[in-house]
């Protein structure tokens, strides 16, 4: 599971993933585009925890009038933690089937 291969490509799916967001600092409407939807999972797991009952994930208890509420530093340390998880997942899935297929 934390074989130096599955961290090589947990470290290049981070690094995609980080690249991915890249033209969000010049393009303003990117983030709204399908890709930056998709891309935005983590962040959303947040605002759907709250939504079903895991307290003091975002600002002010999630009353925010008509805005959406920042989330909290434990809301973004969860949605960086589902991030992680996520990639580290599917690093070992990509890593452990790239071995059996080198195996065999």
């Avoid at 490509?9 to 890249?22: C, E, K, M, S, T």
């Avoid at 999972?41 to 975002?58: D, E, T």
């Avoid at 600002?59 to 933690?81: D, K, V």
Wanted: charged letters at 5%; glycine letters at 10%; a positive charge.
């Amino acid at each position: 599971m934390l074989k130096p291969r599955t961290l090589k490509v947990l470290v290049a799916l981070l690094l995609a993933y980080g690249l991915l967001w890249l033209p969000a600092a010049w393009i303003s409407s990117y983030p709204s585009s399908p890709l930056g939807l998709l891309l935005a999972v983590p962040l959303f797991s947040v605002y759907a925890l709250h939504q079903f009952g895991v307290p003091r994930l975002l600002e002010h208890n999630g009353m925010c009038g008509w805005g959406w509420c920042a989330p909290t530093t434990l809301g973004w340390l969860l949605g960086a933690s589902v991030l992680v998880i996520g990639a580290w997942v599917i690093a070992w899935a990509i890593a452990s089937w790239r071995q059996a297929k080198v195996g065999t």
